[in-house]
């Protein structure tokens, strides 16, 4: 499958490619190997290298594709970011550039964290970036203006009782 690797709304990422077999893959520094580089793979690869070299995440508390179980049927999220004691803080929806970020998307993310109640969502197409933060208090989801740095994420959560 061969697409243009569209401009992002993300700083550019030092992504390392090949070509295999007539098809490109890019090195995932988080699963550690080479990946198809598919219109999502470019997104996720551009989103998470900006929370690493921008927002101060370590790559070592970063899941890319973790596997999960929703009502006794496997999914995989395309990320999951958790703090220095293993318990999940984010889970990340991207989409490729092309799909537009609507209520089925968030719809998804959020069954995504049935089994792991985080209080942070994220889903990007790599032009549009939502982060929501879980008001359980009030049982809602809140926009936030940008997705938090990695040591911000670790003090709102800190904030919140029953975390």
């Known amino acids: 499958m061969s697409f243009t690797m569209q401009a992002l709304n993300l700083p550019p990422a030092r992504l390392k490619m090949v070509r295999r077999a007539g098809k490109r893959e890019v090195f995932d520094v988080f ?42 049927m496997p999914r995989r999220a ?21 799909v537009t970020l609507n209520r089925d998307v968030f719809d998804q993310v959020a069954r995504y964290n049935a089994p792991f109640g985080v209080p942070f969502l994220v889903a990007s197409n790599g032009l549009t970036h939502y982060c929501c933060l879980h008001d359980r208090k009030a049982e809602k989801w809140l926009f936030l203006e940008d997705v938090p740095a990695y040591a911000e994420l670790l003090s709102r959560r800190a904030a919140m009782p029953g975390l």
Not at 90 to 98: G, P, R
């Open 78 to 98: 395309d990320a999951i970011v958790y703090d220095r004691h293993g318990k999940p803080l984010m889970i990340i929806e991207c989409k490729a550039a092309s």
């Open 31 to 72: 699963r550690k190997r080479y990946v198809a580089l598919t219109p999502e793979e470019w997104v996720r690869q551009h989103f998470l290298h900006w929370l690493v070299a921008h927002k101060d995440y370590p790559v070592s508390l970063i899941a890319v594709e973790s596997h999960l179980m929703y009502n006794q």
